[in-house]
Every structure is written in C-alpha cells, then in structure tokens.
C-alpha cells in the first residue's frame, strides 16, 4: 500500500540555520503531498502542499517540490526560528472506498535554540 | 470563527468504561475523519464518515465506535473492548469526501486510570 517515510529525529538546529526534513513517498498513481506541523499540545495545521510532480509549495518561509523520479517532497527553510520548533508530518493522499484518506509520516520533532 | 472543536481536552478512564470525545466543525464540511496518534508515530485513521448517516471503518477501528447524526458533529466512542486506549485523539474535516485538504481540531488526549 501507499507510504511516507521521513527523516529520523530529533532534529536540533540553531537559530537562522538552513533545515531540511527529508520524506519520501511509495504510492501508485499520482498523489496530493502535503506538510503538517504540529505545536507542543495542539492539533495539525496545514504548512503547505502540492498537488502534481514538480510543483513547489510553500508557505511561511517553508518550501517543498514534489519531485517524480526521486518519489521525494522534501521540506526546506532557508533560516529556522526559535518559534519553528514543533513536529512536523509529511503525507499523501490516497483515495480509499471514494474517500480521500491521508497516510502519514511518523513526525520529525524539529527543536531550534536561541 | 470557523473551525474545529474538539472536548475535553483531557479525558480519563477507568478500566471497564466507555468513554466519548466530541468533535464538532461549524465549516459546513461534508466529510470527518477520526485519528489516533502515539508517541513518535504518525497518525492513523480511526474511523471517517463521507456524508450523515454513513461512517467507514479506517486502518484501525477495532474498539472504537461512530456515530454522524448530525453533519456538525462526530462523536468517537472508545469502548472497553479498546484495550490500549492511551492516546492523543484528533479529529479532522475536510470540505468533501474527494477534497484532499483536511483541518484538524486541537485534540483529546485520553489517560486510563
């Protein structure tokens, strides 16, 4: 079945360092990806997504391309915040039964010190 | 606002106990969905419902109960047949069963006692 595989962590950077989270995907067909954060104690917000191989998303200084023949989306920030610190969840679309289901990656928890 | 309430935000149980978490959405979304995460783990789809009066069992719905009465709400029932209920319980919305993006509530995190 469908897949999302991220990048061990924790992942601990300093402030205005670059960081990239890595994800890749197994699916059939043509997915929707998509990158989700999560803050200490909250639910999942929506970071960004991309709907078709080479599209880039981004959103808050945060970018990710969808790229085909690597089955990669991986995600990018030129220079982290304290306040960036949070797990964050790749994921793909996966259309089930009529429904479009989300398979998620396991969370990379992010930590930026000042 | 719109959005996505879910309550309590902390729920204990007892052994033997049902227990029911509330989400309800005023975003007038058709679709909602149950997920469970663990720590370090992704989330997984409990439970999610495409339209009133109709629910369909996820990746891991033993344990677990529905019901869609109301389009507004979806209300989780984790029964005592759930042995390892200790969790973080998120409910999500999307604004039909075939659009992709889905908002999240804040969460129930479910403690046994």
């Known amino acids: 079945g469908n897949s999302v595989t991220q990048m061990e962590g924790p992942v601990t950077l300093s402030e205005e360092a670059f960081l990239t989270i890595n994800c890749t995907y197994t699916a059939t067909g043509y997915p929707s990806l998509f990158w989700y954060v999560q803050y200490p104690g909250e639910g999942l917000q929506l970071l960004l997504k991309?709907?078709?191989?080479?599209d880039k998303g981004s959103n808050k200084g945060f970018e990710a391309t969808y790229r085909k023949e690597t089955t990669s989306f991986h995600l990018e920030k030129g220079s982290v915040q304290v306040s960036d610190s949070a797990v964050y969840f790749c994921?793909?679309?996966?259309?089930?039964?009529?429904?479009?289901?989300?398979?998620f990656g396991q969370g990379t928890r992010l930590t930026i010190n000042p | 606002d719109g959005g996505i309430t879910q309550s309590p935000k902390y729920l204990f149980r007892k052994e033997g106990q049902n227990v029911t978490l509330s989400c309800e959405q005023n975003?007038?979304?058709?679709?909602m969905y149950w997920y469970r995460q663990d720590p370090g783990q992704g989330l997984r789809l409990i439970y999610y419902s495409q339209i009133v009066n109709d629910f369909q069992k996820g990746d891991i719905a033993e344990g677990y109960s529905v019901s869609r009465e109301k389009k507004e709400s979806f209300p989780l029932t984790v029964t005592s047949a759930q042995k390892n209920p200790t969790a973080f319980y998120l409910c999500?919305?999307?604004?039909?069963?075939?659009?992709?993006?889905?908002?999240f509530g804040p969460g129930t995190r479910l403690l046994v006692l």
């Open positions: 991309a709907t078709k191989a080479d």
């Open positions: 975003l007038n979304h058709d679709a």
């Open positions: 994921a793909l679309s996966d259309r089930v039964q009529g429904a479009q289901k989300l398979v």
């Open positions: 999500a919305s999307s604004m039909s069963p075939l659009m992709e993006t889905q908002y």
